[in-house]
Each structure stands twice: as C-alpha cells, then as structure tokens.
C-alpha cells in the first residue's frame, strides 16, 4: 500500500514552481517536442485546479461548482490548443512522450485540486483571509505557467538553431522542422505574454495574502535524516541516470539553503558573524561550485533514457527541500534575516545544518561509487551531451577525428554505451574535488563551534518523513501538512 501524499496544496504548488525555474538552469537540455506534448494538459490542470479556489460571491449552502471558469486562463488555453493542433500535423513532435517535468507538476495541480474540493466548507462564505490566500494560490499557478511558457521559448530556438547549423543548403525536411519550431516558439511567446500580464499584475500583490503555519521545528532534522537515508539506499541498489540526477540535486540544494540558515544565524549573533564571513561561507561556496560540476555532469547523463525516478527517493528529496524552503523563501524570493528568524530556533537550525555537511559526505561517496563502477552503462545521448561539454572547456579529445567516441548508430537509436576512460576519469575528479571542498567546509564549521549534535539516523524510512508535521490552515498556501481524512476542518475555508 502506498503511503498517503502529505504535502499541503501550497508546498504542492510551490515544488511546481520551483520545478518550473529549475529547466531555465538547464535549457539546454530540454527537449521541445517533449514540452509541447505535456503543456496543455498542464494548462489544463491549472484550470481545473483554479477553477475549485474560494471566491467572491459564494452563498452558504452553494458551495463550489466543479469548475469555475478563469478568463485568464481561458486566454492562455486558446494558445496551447493551436499548439496541440500543430504538434498533431508533426510526426516528430506528435510522437514524443510528454516532458516528465511538466507531467508532475500537472499531477501536482491535480492533487492541489482535489484537496481544495475535498476540504472546501461548502456551508460558510469564504472569509477575507481565505480569499486572500486562494488568491496567492491562483498568483503562484499563474507564475509557473508564465515560467513555463518562457522555457518552451528556449527549448524552440535551441532546437531551431541546431538544426539549422552544418550545410548552407539543407534538406526540404529540415526547413519544415525549423518552420514549424518557428512557429512553436512564436505561440510559446504569446503565451509567455499573455502569462506575464497576468504576473506582474497580481502576484506582488496576491502573495502577501500566503498563509503560512510556523514550521514544525523537528522537520528540518527528520527530512535530512530520511534523506541520507533514501539516497544512500538508491545509490547502493541499481541506481538509474535519474535516481543519481535527483540526488545530486537535492544534495546541491541542501548545502545552499543550508548556506542561507547559517548566514541568518550569524546575522543575528547566534554563531561568530566573523567565522561565518572569513572561513565557513567561502568554504560552503566552494563546495556548492564543486557539488555543482557533479550535478552538471549528472544531468547531461540523464539526458534521454533515464529511467524512472525511485518513488522513496523521490518524496524524501520532496521533503527535505520544502522543510528547507518553508524557512528561506517568501513568494519567490529569500525571507529576509528577521522574518526567518522568527519561522525558527537558529542555534538548534545552526547544529543541524553542520551536521547534514558529514552527512554529504557519505552521500557523495556513495554516488561516486555508482558513477565509476566499471559496469557502467548510460544513453548515448546523455554521454555525448557530457563530451561535447567537457570539450567545450578543454578542447577535442579525439584520438582520431574519423572514430568518435560515440558511434552515429548508437546515438540515433539511443543505445546504451559505457563511458570513455577519460569521461571516468573526469566524473571521478570532479566527485574528489566535491569531498576535499567538504572536508575543508567541515575543518571550517568545527572551527567556529558548529556541529555538536549526534548525526541524526533514527530513520528507517518505513513511512512519510512528514508524518510528525503539524496540519496546516486554510488552503495550507503556506507550509505544513494537508489535512488528512481524520483532520475535520482542518482547512479552515
């Protein structure tokens, strides 16, 4: 039996949004026949989810209807259906799977919307500050359509300027791809209008109305701990491309929002402000840049043929990423010092925060373990994506320009391919790098009178990590759990 989904309808839609900014960071790798497919069903999603928000007018006893339409989003559907319509005239596009990104922050939406339908009181006309806060909900929907719509711009022209590099004459095949991604790219650009309107117009505004919970205190520690945990179980079993791609994610996060924390607490003179600023931030900065070679190197393996994502792994990297937003964001930017402050207890966040750095440690060392097994494998376009970067930097590695290392063949049918030694020696750098700048990150913290408390791993990770969180209010826009069956009124609407 599946454990229950216990995140709230706001910690849904900001991991969506969140999701959203994450393929800007990686627009290289998006694939834009991919985007087009999931795109209206996300438009679609958004609808229905924004369609069941409390509104102005409601009478007692009328509840919601099971969709209310949105103008807005009505305009903004009008363009992804000529999309669809000309994804269904392109063989290449028409048959493309839809983009998992986009996919899961659909399901999100979904999920978003049936919590809503679920725990809406239909007998009491929704008060101020409810209204207030399925306004900040609708305002966040907007932004990760708006952010969307902007990378399938991206994936567009890429994908045109690729395929119009090479040959000054090209085939009458080729023109019509570059056509129609021409035209993909102007319908992605309207609706990044039409969605950036709608932005700028609310969501400064309709953000302030975000209701928030106060953080469970322990939630912090218990994520980092079921996150060791789950990565360290993913990664000593067989490990996909996408299982050591969301790990090395996670793990980046952690250690910047981590950075963050410890910044506040020397703000506020809960550690030595000094030590923070001359020897542990530098320290934390160099291993963010050097966790993020990894991640690089990751990715552009997990390109295509990545394989499904661990179900565990992935709602422990779920977890321990909204524990930490819950505490450093506000909409979509940092809290300030004050207000984060006052979300927590900053000597105790301080503790953790040291300890997730040894934790990393043994994190990491089980990735590099995975990376360089000689048994290795990935897809022949992920492993040519990492070569032409790392040549991009350090020049062609080529031992004969008539035998490259990946064969057209394997590529055009994404084979699976082991890597060159010289691509092993490189991960397996860039992984020793990564644990140097740990080990002078950890000399650094322990310096300073950070760390103290017992590595947390009382967790088996049997169960939701989530299950020790308080319930949240309202539309739990904010973070905290979203009420259960047995949580009557939970969702004070």
Do not use: C, K
């Not at 669809?84 to 048959?95: A, K, P, Q, V, Y």
């Not at 806060?133 to 305002?139: F, I």
């Not at 996150?227 to 996408?242: D, H, M």
């Not at 950075?259 to 809960?270: I, K, M």
């Amino acid at each position: 039996m599946s454990e229950r989904d216990a995140r709230s309808v706001g910690e849904l839609l900001l991991e969506g949004d969140l999701a959203m900014r994450r393929l800007l960071v990686d627009a290289e790798r998006l694939d834009v026949a991919e985007l087009t497919a999931a795109l209206p069903s996300l438009l679609r999603a958004a609808e229905e989810f924004v369609g069941v928000l409390p509104r102005r007018g409601s009478a007692p006893g009328q509840g919601l209807p099971s969709i209310a339409p949105d103008p807005s989003l009505g305009r903004l559907r009008a363009v992804t259906d000529r999309m669809e319509r000309l994804r269904g005239t392109r063989e290449w596009l028409s048959s493309a799977p839809p983009s998992p990104q986009l996919s899961a922050v659909r399901d999100n939406l979904l999920r978003a919307r049936d919590l809503v339908v679920e725990h809406h009181h239909a007998q009491a006309v929704p008060r101020p500050d409810v209204l207030a806060d399925g306004a900040a909900a609708r305002a966040r929907v907007m932004h990760t359509l708006y952010v969307s719509a902007h990378a399938v711009v991206l994936a567009a022209r890429h994908s045109a300027l690729d395929r119009s590099a090479g040959a000054r004459r090209r085939p009458a095949w080729r023109d019509r791809e570059v056509g129609a991604l021409g035209a993909i790219q102007h319908l992605a650009e309207s609706l990044e209008q039409l969605a950036g309107e709608e932005v700028r117009r609310t969501f400064p505004s309709a953000s302030r109305g975000e209701w928030r919970e106060l953080p469970n205190p322990s939630r912090l520690r218990e994520s980092m701990g079921a996150w060791e945990v789950e990565a360290r179980r993913s990664l000593s079993g067989n490990a996909t491309p996408a299982d050591r791609a969301e790990v090395v994610r996670v793990q980046g996060a952690i250690l910047a929002m981590g950075r963050v924390l410890l910044g506040v607490a020397a703000h506020q003179g809960v550690i030595d402000r000094d030590g923070f600023r001359d020897l542990v931030e530098p320290s934390l900065l160099e291993v963010e840049a050097r966790v993020g070679e990894v991640r690089g190197m990751v990715q552009d393996l997990a390109t295509r043929g990545s394989g499904g994502l661990d179900h565990r792994l992935a709602r422990a990297g779920s977890e321990v990423v909204l524990a930490h937003t819950e505490l450093v964001l506000d909409g979509t930017g940092a809290a300030s010092p004050a207000v984060i402050a006052r979300r927590t207890d900053l000597r105790a966040i301080s503790s953790d925060v040291a300890d997730a750095l040894p934790a990393a440690v043994g994190v990491l060392s089980e990735l590099g373990t995975s990376l360089t097994d000689p048994a290795l494998v990935t897809n022949a376009v992920g492993l040519q994506h990492l070569i032409n970067r790392l040549e991009r930097g350090q020049g062609p590695r080529l031992e004969s320009p008539m035998t490259p290392w990946v064969a057209p063949r394997d590529l055009a049918l994404g084979r699976s391919v082991p890597p060159p030694d010289w691509v092993r020696a490189e991960i397996d750098g860039a992984v020793e790098a990564a644990f140097r700048a740990l080990s002078v990150a950890i000399t650094a913290s322990t310096s300073v009178g950070l760390g103290g408390r017992e590595h947390f791993r009382d967790v088996t990770g049997e169960g939701s990590p989530s299950a020790l969180r308080p319930p949240a209010g309202r539309l739990g826009l904010g973070q905290g759990r979203s009420p259960g069956p047995a949580d009557p009124g939970v969702a004070r609407m």
